[in-house]
């Protein structure tokens, strides 16, 4: 974290010695048009869960350049939740394919359109570089990211690798959040904007909260990241015993385990919404809930980013200290094995049984209702 402070601070300061020197102008500055008015394509083609540790970015990209027309590129799943946050002014979806370990997009007439017009500047908002030839498909005077060695391009504005890096320093790893805020934060103090800079937007609004009502996402697409069914099934017991109502939420590839759970514990107190939500209608009902429980997962991103009382159960397959839900109100549930991260997808790759997701019941029941209690007491 200090060596991209020093980065940052250097940025500032070859930007103030050059505007301090007459006669000399900072490298990189946009005019804008004849209203101050500037163009900026943020490429984001990545899962729900990697789209929400980016708001606090695109937040701190739309305060500080207050004049920009931002044009965010998503995946196209993703195109009603990125409008829903209401930071950038327009939201472009596109499909991609992945092509010998490369992300491509698919020629989409609405990609075509982006790749015709040329941006003042183009941030690939990802710090892994599979998609940094997709960000080269573009035209820009100021290209932003992070290094990567899958590319032979360079950047304008080029921030060092992280993850691999901090790995072998064996130094804990920077969360993804935090990451994507440092690139932004560079691309601020490194390009001379039209515009001043007004207060930062709220990641979230206040949401009335459902007093009595339990949101759980008990379902993932790696087994890796999956919890025994017999456990969230005693878990929801535990909490119509307490008075709550439970509402399962999750696509439709979700329905297989959300049905086995909604079997194993019939009546009215107990709600099956997997595969029936949009992804918005989903989100609303973990903002209107009074604590989500669920996996790692986009949804317990969204759970935590939002400020909702939140319980995620986090596997050993990636490194807890990047990639797990961020909040202000969040417990991250997690057994310390020494195999952790394995990035295994497939249970067949496990060679301890699974060890980091046999987290015992009582332990999840316990900082559940340690959170319960704590949401009872200020409501």
């Known amino acids: 974290m200090a060596r991209l402070k020093t980065i940052l601070q250097r940025f500032r300061e070859g930007l103030r010695a050059a505007d301090s020197v007459p006669g000399i102008v900072a490298a990189k500055k946009i005019e804008g048009d ?5 163009t900026v394509l943020v490429v984001k083609i990545d899962h729900l869960g990697d789209l929400v540790t980016a708001i606090p970015a ?20 993703l195109v009603d939740f990125a409008q829903s946050l209401q930071v950038v002014d327009r939201v472009v979806g596109a ?4 092509v010998e370990g490369r992300t491509t997009l698919v020629n989409e007439p609405a990609v075509l359109a982006l790749r015709q017009a040329t941006y003042d500047v183009a941030i690939d908002l990802r710090h892994d570089g599979d998609t940094r030839e997709i960000l080269h498909g573009f035209s820009a005077r100021f290209m932003v990211g992070y290094a990567s060695g899958r590319s032979t391009s360079r950047l304008d504005i080029e921030l060092p690798e992280l993850e691999k890096s ?57 087994p890796i990241k999956m919890w025994r069914t017999e456990r969230w099934i005693a878990l929801c017991r535990r909490l119509i015993e307490r008075g709550f109502e439970v509402v399962l939420v999750g696509d439709a590839k979700d329905r297989e385990t959300c049905s086995a759970i909604a079997a194993a514990v019939p009546g009215a107190s107990l709600v099956n919404r997997a595969g029936e939500m949009t992804l918005l209608e989903a989100v609303n009902a973990i903002t209107d809930s009074t604590l989500f429980v669920g996996l790692d997962t986009g949804l317990a991103h969204v759970a935590a980013s939002g400020g909702s009382p939140a319980v995620v159960l986090f596997s050993g397959h990636a490194d807890h200290d990047v990639w797990a839900p961020d909040g202000p109100n969040v417990s991250v549930l997690r057994n310390d094995v020494p195999c952790a991260p394995c990035h295994a997808t497939r249970m067949a790759q496990c060679l301890f049984d699974h060890r980091c997701m046999d987290l015992p019941l009582e ?5 559940t209702s340690e959170k319960l209690n704590s949401a009872e007491v200020h409501r």
């Open 34 to 38: 004849d209203r101050g008015r500037f």
């Open 58 to 77: 695109l937040n701190l990209l739309r305060s500080a350049w207050i004049n920009a027309d931002i044009t965010l590129l998503c995946a196209a799943s």
């Open 95 to 98: 499909s991609a394919l992945l």
């Open 166 to 222: 901090a790995r072998r320093r064996s130094a804990q790893g920077l969360t993804n959040r935090a990451r994507l805020s440092i690139l932004i934060e560079a691309a601020i103090a490194s390009i001379r904007v039209p515009g001043d800079k007004p207060e930062a937007l709220a990641m979230a609004g206040d949401h009335a909260k459902s007093g009595r009502r339990i949101a759980i996402a008990p379902s993932a697409r790696s």
């Open 363 to 367: 332990f999840v029941w316990q900082v």
